[in-house]
């Protein structure tokens, strides 16, 4: 038996470590997490998601529906803190190219248990505006 590592340059996401109970990913910048690619939010309904700023800078954008409409807020991730994404919280990353995270969710999350809530014109130009 030895000690494993994993790496991943690439652009955006990729699993890196997977059991039966949890994954570890490596996140990068990707042209949809640029500023100038974000269109949408994600939430997982069923498992909370966690990220850790290694390199570079992210904002973790997030939105809560209050009386039907969508009130969209930002975060400001400092290096080398764990940030708890909530199971059902609209999210998603705004990264720029130098980006690195840590991603730690349960390895049951999944497509099929997430839903992507597409941004309107003006709510793009909304995030744009906190980022």
Same mark, same amino acid.
């Given at each position: 038996m030895e000690i494993l590592n994993y790496?991943?340059?690439?652009?955006?996401?990729?699993? $890196?470590?997977?059991? %039966?109970?949890?994954?570890?990913? +490596?996140?990068?910048?990707?042209?949809?997490?640029? +500023?100038?690619? #974000?269109?949408c939010l994600e939430r997982h309904n069923l498992t909370d998601e966690l990220f850790v700023l290694i390199a570079g800078s992210c904002t973790l954008l997030y939105a809560n %529906? $209050?009386?039907?409409?969508?009130? #969209?807020?930002a975060v400001k991730m400092e290096p080398n803190k $764990?940030?708890? #994404?909530?199971?059902?919280?609209?999210? @998603?990353?705004?990264?720029?190219?130098?980006?690195?995270? +840590?991603? +730690?969710?349960?390895? @049951?999350?999944?497509m099929e248990n997430s839903d992507i809530l597409n941004l309107s014109a003006e709510q793009i130009e909304a995030v744009k505006a906190l980022v």
């Open positions: 790496t991943f340059e690439g652009e955006g996401m990729q699993r $890196v470590f997977e059991n %039966e109970k949890w994954t570890v990913g +490596i996140k990068n910048w990707k042209p949809a997490n640029d +500023i100038t690619g #974000i269109d %529906e $209050v009386d039907g409409k969508l009130e #969209i807020g $764990v940030y708890n #994404i909530p199971a059902t919280l609209w999210h @998603n990353t705004v990264t720029c190219k130098d980006t690195k995270m +840590i991603l +730690i969710e349960d390895s @049951n999350t999944s």
